[in-house]
């Protein structure tokens, strides 16, 4: 029932952005929504910057609601390497197996605080994921995290899903930096 409505309210969207398209286009179109969170953070740009790149970070601000584990089982490194792939079970809550998920890091742009990373999963077959961070003054800045998601049939239902994972990450990042 809930691929159902999930398929009718892709429709009725793509009706409205695109009249154009006949009705067997669009069944047979894949629906790729975009979810944009956002967020200020009492921290200067080069200290955030900082702890983006870390590995470690993303399972800080993660957990409990999402666990990211190496498939192989050895530790991530550090810092993200660009163009590396880490394979990797997802886990919700720290317990319930979401399947294999795997993040590339497409790219680290230091100069305009852009890391880009390529990721896709059992559910989720195309995430394209952008971290930004625009400082505001020297001791704030505007965190964003702008989602492309494609989860064929399930596409409404993980959009509706990145919006509670990012903006519970972005809770955990102002809890850590205000520490």
Not at 57 to 76: E, K, Q, R, T, W
Not at 112 to 124: F, K, M, N, P
């Amino acid at each position: 029932m809930i691929l159902i409505v999930s398929n009718l309210i892709i429709i009725v969207v793509s009706l409205i952005t695109f009249p154009s398209l006949d009705f067997k286009t669009r069944i047979l179109c894949k629906a790729i929504l975009k979810a944009i969170i956002k967020t200020k953070l009492p921290v200067s740009r080069d200290v955030l910057w900082n702890e983006l790149q870390k590995t470690s970070s993303l399972m800080h601000v993660s957990f409990p609601l999402l666990a990211f584990v190496p498939i192989d089982g050895n530790a991530f490194p550090d810092k993200w390497a660009v163009q590396r792939e880490y394979p990797l079970k997802l886990r919700f809550m720290n317990f319930l197996p979401l399947g294999r998920h795997t993040i590339k890091i497409a790219d680290v742009n230091e100069s305009e605080c852009r890391i880009l990373s390529h990721e896709s999963g059992v559910i989720a077959k195309r995430w394209i994921h952008l971290l930004e961070v625009t400082p505001i003054d020297e001791h704030c800045v505007e965190y964003t995290d702008s989602i492309d998601i494609d989860a064929g049939p399930f596409t409404l239902l993980v959009w509706l899903f990145a919006h509670v994972f990012y903006s519970y990450r972005q809770y955990r990042w102002r809890l850590t930096l205000s520490k």
